[in-house]
Every structure is written in structure tokens, then in C-alpha cells.
């Protein structure tokens, strides 16, 4: 790897570390970002709204490592609430493994210039004593100075209270749930909660069920009702995602009933009669994604002004709504979207584009806005790379499947190799935006297809369907069904093609090689291999996550063992590399090491690495640029160049 490259990849990591989990309060945004070298030195930062010259305020110490490990992968770390006019700012930290609250009020206007937006009202003060488990961040603060949140302890969800006057104390556990239980919710008064629930063999996406609770003046749960309805989940499996008030009555999610991720306004002035007040339903978008982590938002803002997201096939769009009513849609350039927040008519969003790094956008609705983002706002296009066209073939059972293609930017090759990516999850998706691994093979002279082989998200539920009990077959089968097409058209060197994959796609990858002779070699980060291995030592999140992708284990055994790369892995004699993180809680290093040898001793090109201080998925930028510099050399003696 060049030094220009190695550049390339700093930059766009530096990019991506800004402005991380952000949220606007009255005039004021937050957000988390690194402080020091170390990735677990962090803390939460402040400055006023549309004002992106102006010097952050940093609110906490570098003292605690602020981070979120609820069901293993986290999500927002941290809440900022808007209460008794001022900012109630709690978060989880990891060193203590306690929830911390600390109070600042606006500060005056002139304190600007010393960049101090925000008066310290209380000292930060750890509000729970530690917890052998995890914390979501979906606090909730009621007006008898109660906070509620959900926790894991001991492999089951709680939700708890603690009291905002008190310091160190234990959890107040008011419910167990019967398993998960996540997306906490309530009324301004907090006298009504909502959440969502879900038990196995589901993952939340698949199945789960919307709760209300009313909530007595103890604090005490007086009333808990399960929300079913005859015309959305009384007969069918439906997965409600993020129920949030936007009244003291008015509740919104949406539901996936009709195959989309759909809006659902639901009136719980009586929560023994909870009706619908408003359903929207529109084929080909979706308001809602798979919930592998907490604190995703589509919906923000209240019943007098509610933005929406949705994504319409490559993009997002933004929606307005007044007292349920439609008022306008808004076309964004973002193919992917990380953070959004509302606070009256402000809006804030973290977007990414196929030719743009992330952009934090701000904008208040009280002006007047075209409905085309893109004609108005600023975006520094990369204009030195290669952009993702939309490629629809025929896959599994002669389905339509979609793909990128990336064309190669430069001819260094009379016909351009092959790198066909498969992605992880596998309920997960390739979303177009700009990506500099995809970048630095393009300008190389590669010729890089993703493929969202069937059981990708962002397609509707009919599509993410299509993966039950057929992990291993559709996936691959799409992947190899892409390269065929791009052969037969002379796009590509037949004769040089190579898969990646990481996590869920490495499976993919290496079942590719397994069977056929279409791909040569292959590229994996901490791959799955052994589905049996899996089912038994996974994490509790994904414990139930086979039962539909390959079945009960019990009963469909032997596809557990047909399917698992590492049961015939003598079989392969082309070149892999691995790379695998020896801190991976999701799936050991250990499988990655069991294959080790046999993978050499058939191939003397392939080659396993292991990082000490990399998990499931890497971070450090000097591990990111070896597992480049080491796939040049691999891909250069493996497709003899």
C-alpha cells in the first residue's frame, strides 16, 4: 500500500469518527467523539445548532469509556432530555458499569465566546451502583423524578427505575421479561410506557409484540395491555420497530404487515382500547430496519411537527407531518443515514452519500425549503471515484436480485479482475455509500460487485424471507448467479474472480469456493465456518438467529453440518486469507485457528492473521491498513499478475 493510499484510508477514518450519536435539545446538539488516542477515551460534546464553526464544549471527563453494550452490540450510549427546563444528560459508562446523570441549564449569551454554551447545574453523580450486565440508553424520566431504562442481567431484560434524587443505588426492578425486551418509550408525563418484546425463536425483525403500561403514582406498573390488532398482527408474525409518543395520547411505529415497513398512528387515550388513528401504507419503502442495535431513529419530532425517514429504493426521504396529516417530502442525497434528531422545526442528520463522507446536516423547517436537499445544501463530492450503479439479475429460483457495480476508474488490466462482496449479518445490506476499501480496488483496476443476495434488508419483508432455512444456499447461489452474469457479458476476466466476505458473508465466501469453479480465491474477516459450533457458544442475541436461517437444530442437523465450511474444508485447494481478531465475542478466533494449517498446507498461498486487540469487526487504523497492504500481496500471487 502506498503512502497516498495509506492517507486515503486515515482520512476517511478520521470522517467517520466525528459527531457520533447525535441529538438535538432547544438550540443546543450533542454528540460523543474520541478524545485522546485510545478508542475508549470519550466523551459528550455540545454547541449551538447551525453553527458548525463554533468551538464544541466538552461536558464530560475523560474518565469514563462511555459506550453501550446492550445484547452484545450496543446502540446509543447515551440521552439527552429536555426536563424542567433543563438538560438532563445520562449515560452508561463501561468503567463503572453504572448509569451517570449530570443537570447544565443555557448559559448566558455572552459566554459564547469562551465557548461555554452550557452551566454545569449538578456535578456529574453516578445514579446505580455497577451491574454485572448491560444498560440501553432508552431512559425515560417521569415528573416524580423517576428514571425508567431496561437492562440485561443474568440472560433476561428488566426494566427498572431509579430515583433521580439518589446516588448509587440499586436497580429498582419492576418487570422481567419473559426474554428481550428493548425501544423504551413514554408520554411527556411518563405515566404511559411502550416497548417492544420479542422470545425465541425470533429475532426482533421476524416477530415481536408492542406493550403499553400505565404507570401509578408510586411508580409502580398498574396496568400492562399487549397491543393486537385483527388488521396488522392478530393472525401473521409482524415486527413493530421504534414505538415513540408524539403526544400525551398519540403514539407512532410502524409495522411490517403489509411486506414494508409501513406508519401506524395509534390513539391510547385508554389503554384497554388502544385503536388505530392513522395507517400509511406505500409499497417500496420502508420506515424502519432490522434492530440489531437500540436507538435507531426514523421518527423524531411531536404530533404538531413529525419528520419521518424512509427509504425509497437507494435514497432516503424525509417526511412532514402536522397532526398526522401529510405535508411535504423532502428527496435527500443520503444513501445512508446514522443519526437523526428533531426538536420543534430543527432537524439534524448524519448522512452518507455514493460520492460524499458522512455530512452533518442542519436545517430548520421554519424557513422555506425546496423539497430537493440536494439543491441546497453544500456536499465536497469526491470526484476521483467510482460510483455504484444498480444492477438487477436473476438469482435464486429466477428471482430478481439487486447489486452494485463499481467500474474500475482506472485500465490497468485488458480486462479487469473481479471482486465480488458478499455482506455480513447476512439480514444486512450494501447501501451504496462511498466506501474506501471498494475505492481503493477501483482505482486499482478492479471491477467490484456487491451483492444483496436474498435475505438483504431494505427490500421488503418478502425479500428478507427468502433466506429462511437456506443460509448457505440462496446466499451463495446469488453471488455466483452475479459473477456468471458479468462473465457471460465480457465485463470481467473470467479467470480472475475473487469473494469477500466478512462475519455472516465470510459463510457465504467460503461456501462459494466449496462448490464451483467460478471464484478463485477468497477474502475473509472473521468468518463464520462452523454453524454447529455457532448454534451451541454464540452470543444470547443471536442465540435463536439459526431457527430461521437454517432451522431447528434438532431437527435439521445435518444441514448444520452440510453447511458449515469448516466440516469440508479439505476440499478447498484455492488461495484464502483470513484475518480474525483474537478479542471477537461473536464468533471465536479459535474456529479461524482450526483451519489454520489445513488451509496452508493445501494452498501455499493462503495465509491466516490474527489481530490481539481486535473484536468483531476492526477498528485501529494501522490493523485496517495491514489487512489491505496483506490482500495486495495475496490477490497479486494468488491471480499471478
Not at 61 to 82: T, W
Not at 183 to 209: F, K, T, V
Not at 275 to 303: C, D, H
Not at 571 to 597: R, W
Request: hydrophobic share 35%; with cysteine.
Amino acid at each position: 500500500m502506498s503512502n497516498d493510499d495509506k492517507l486515503k484510508v486515515r482520512q476517511t477514518e478520521s470522517k467517520k469518527r466525528a459527531y457520533k450519536e447525535l441529538t438535538i435539545i432547544r438550540d443546543t446538539i450533542f454528540w460523543i467523539d474520541v478524545v485522546g488516542e485510545g478508542q475508549n477515551e470519550n466523551a459528550i460534546f455540545a454547541r449551538p445548532f447551525n453553527d458548525k464553526e463554533a468551538s464544541p464544549q466538552k461536558l464530560t471527563s475523560e474518565k469514563y469509556n462511555i459506550k453501550n453494550n446492550f445484547h452484545g452490540y450496543g446502540g446509543k450510549s447515551y440521552k439527552c432530555i429536555n426536563f424542567k427546563n433543563n438538560f438532563y444528560l445520562l449515560w452508561i459508562d463501561q468503567i463503572t458499569k453504572a448509569v451517570w446523570l449530570q443537570i447544565f441549564k443555557e448559559a448566558a449569551s455572552n459566554y459564547s465566546s469562551q465557548n461555554k454554551y452550557l452551566d454545569l447545574v449538578q456535578e456529574p453523580r453516578q445514579l446505580s451502583k455497577s451491574i454485572d450486565g448491560n444498560f440501553d440508553s432508552s431512559f425515560v424520566i417521569s415528573e416524580k423524578n423517576l428514571l425508567y431504562g431496561i437492562c440485561e442481567i443474568n440472560n433476561r431484560d428488566y426494566l427498572f427505575s431509579l430515583n433521580l434524587k439518589k446516588t448509587k443505588q440499586d436497580i429498582h426492578r419492576i418487570k422481567k421479561f419473559k426474554n428481550f425486551a428493548g425501544e423504551l418509550s413514554s408520554n411527556s408525563s411518563a405515566n404511559l410506557l411502550s416497548w417492544i418484546e420479542w422470545d425465541s425463536p425470533y429475532m426482533p425483525w421476524e416477530r415481536n409484540d408492542l406493550f403499553f403500561a400505565q404507570i401509578d403514582s408510586a411508580g409502580e406498573i398498574k396496568k400492562i395491555k399487549k397491543f393486537s390488532n385483527k388488521l396488522i398482527n392478530a393472525r401473521k408474525n409482524v415486527s413493530f420497530f421504534q414505538p415513540y409518543w408524539i403526544s400525551e395520547t398519540i403514539l407512532v411505529c410502524s409495522e411490517d404487515s403489509s411486506g414494508w415497513w409501513n406508519l401506524l398512528f395509534l390513539d391510547v387515550s385508554e389503554i384497554e382500547d388502544i385503536f388505530i388513528k392513522k395507517r400509511v401504507e406505500r409499497n417500496l419503502m420502508e420506515y424502519g430496519a432490522p434492530q440489531w442495535v437500540s436507538g435507531i431513529t426514523f421518527f423524531s419530532g411531536t404530533i404538531k411537527n413529525l419528520f419521518c425517514l424512509a427509504k425509497k429504493e437507494n435514497y432516503f426521504v424525509v417526511e412532514q407531518y402536522k397532526d398526522l396529516q401529510f405535508v411535504k417530502k423532502f428527496f435527500t442525497p443520503f444513501t445512508s443515514i446514522s443519526d437523526f434528531s428533531v426538536f420543534l422545526k430543527k432537524v439534524l442528520i448524519k448522512g452518507y452519500g455514493s460520492d460524499f463522507f458522512a455530512i452533518v446536516l442542519e436545517i430548520d423547517f421554519a424557513e422555506k425549503l425546496s423539497s430537493n436537499f440536494s439543491e441546497q445544501i453544500y456536499i465536497d463530492n469526491i470526484k476521483e471515484c467510482s460510483k455504484p450503479e444498480t444492477f438487477w439479475f436473476k438469482g435464486f429460483e429466477d428471482q430478481s436480485t439487486h447489486s452494485f457495480l463499481y467500474k474500475p476508474s482506472v485500465e490497468n488490466f485488458s480486462k479487469p479482475p473481479l471482486l465480488v462482496r458478499a455482506h455480513s449479518g447476512p439480514t444486512a445490506f450494501f447501501d451504496g455509500s462511498y466506501n474506501s476499501e471498494v475505492q481503493y480496488w477501483t482505482s486499482k483496476g478492479f471491477f467490484v460487485a456487491e451483492v444483496n443476495y436474498g435475505g438483504s434488508s431494505g427490500f421488503g419483508k418478502a425479500y428478507r424471507e427468502r433466506l429462511n432455512y437456506k443460509w448457505g444456499l440462496v446466499d451463495s447461489y446469488d453471488c455466483k448467479a452475479l459473477a456468471l452474469e458479468l462473465i457471460k457479458s465480457n465485463q470481467v476476466d473470467s479467470e480472475k474472480v475473487v469473494i469477500f466476505g466478512n462475519s455472516a458473508g465470510g459463510l457465504t465466501a467460503l461456501n462459494c469456493l466449496l462448490y464451483g469453479s467460478i471464484f478463485k480465491a477468497a477474502i475473509c474477516k472473521y468468518p463464520v465456518i462452523d454453524l454447529k459450533d455457532m448454534y451451541y457458544h454464540t452470543h444470547r442475541f443471536e442465540k435463536d438467529y439459526l431457527n430461521s436461517l437454517v432451522g431447528n437444530y434438532a431437527k435439521n442437523h445435518d444441514d448444520y453440518i452440510n453447511r458449515s465450511p469448516i466440516n469440508y474444508i479439505n476440499k478447498i485447494k484455492k488461495p484464502i486469507l483470513l484475518f480474525h481478531g483474537k478479542k471477537d465475542k461473536v464468533i471465536s478466533y479459535k474456529q479461524t485457528l482450526k483451519i489454520q494449517q489445513i488451509l496452508i498446507q493445501n494452498n501455499k498461498f493462503s495465509e491466516v492473521i490474527f489481530f490481539d486487540n481486535e473484536g468483531h469487526g476492526f477498528r485501529n487504523i494501522e490493523n485496517k491498513e495491514i489487512v489491505m497492504q496483506k490482500s495486495q500481496e495475496f490477490l497479486k500471487n494468488a491471480l499471478d499478475f
